[in-house]
């Protein structure tokens, strides 16, 4: 299995507090994403990173933020956690942009 | 935007049926991903299709890519219990995309015994 842990696994929080989750690699791998998984969407890209300091946002970025100050983390924050965001979030890397995506084992987060 | 339908959305087999997911696109495929997901789990790498007209095969299951590259299926030969879950493709944007994937909606596969 491809090194990825997501970090918290299962978070319960409260609408207007900010929320960070962290997806952690140990394959060094240059490129990384976020997406969100609900029902009725699929999995949609939230934000990527295609480097130390690179970011880039993907088609549902409102309402989150990303950073990547080093290669083996990549943080997404919720700046004002609302109820809409309530979803199972995961982490995807890969080490080219061409090459298959390998998924962590993801975060369900519920916002009350 | 590329869009992915995936058909059925559901699919309830008996064991040792066989049955195929499909997965057209609106636009061109540059690289098309196969990926199982059990519920409450991450998703799982099956196969990646990348030229017209190809075709993989890993254990029973088999993808094809094809000749217009604007559709994609997956067959499984006699089905077991181990084969349910999510089946997702995912397919890139080609270009200077990087390697942003759209997902179709999933295809849940029920093998009952």
């Known amino acids: 299995d491809a090194g990825i842990t997501q970090s918290p696994r299962h978070k319960v929080t409260e609408t207007g507090t900010p929320v960070t989750l962290r997806c952690h690699q140990t394959?060094?791998?240059?490129?990384m994403y976020w997406y969100r998984q609900d029902p009725g969407h699929g999995l949609r890209l939230i934000h990527y990173s295609y480097g130390v300091k690179d970011t880039d946002k993907g088609e549902v970025s409102d309402g989150y933020s990303v950073s990547r100050s080093k290669t083996e983390d990549f943080l997404l924050t919720l700046e004002s956690a609302t109820s809409s965001q309530t979803s199972v979030y995961f982490c995807?890397?890969?080490?080219?942009?061409?090459?298959?995506?390998?998924f962590g084992d993801g975060t369900r987060l519920s916002i009350l | 935007s590329q869009e992915l339908e995936q058909s059925p959305q559901s699919l309830i087999v008996q064991e040792g049926k066989n049955l195929t997911i499909n997965c057209t696109s609106s636009?061109?495929?540059?690289?098309l991903y196969w990926y199982k997901q059990k519920y409450g789990e991450g998703l799982i790498f099956l196969m990646m299709?990348?030229?017209?007209?190809e075709e993989k095969s890993h254990e029973k299951i088999t993808a094809k890519l094809d000749e217009k590259k604007q559709q994609s299926s997956l067959h499984i030969t006699a089905s077991q219990p181990s084969h349910a879950g999510i089946y997702l493709c995912g397919a890139g944007a080609g270009g200077t995309s990087y390697g942003k994937l759209t997902f179709g909606q999933g295809t849940i596969l029920t093998v009952h015994p």
């Open positions: 995807a890397i890969t080490e080219g942009a061409r090459q298959p995506q390998h």
């Open positions: 299709l990348q030229k017209g007209g």
């Open positions: 394959e060094n791998h240059r490129y």
């Open positions: 636009k061109t495929l540059y690289g």
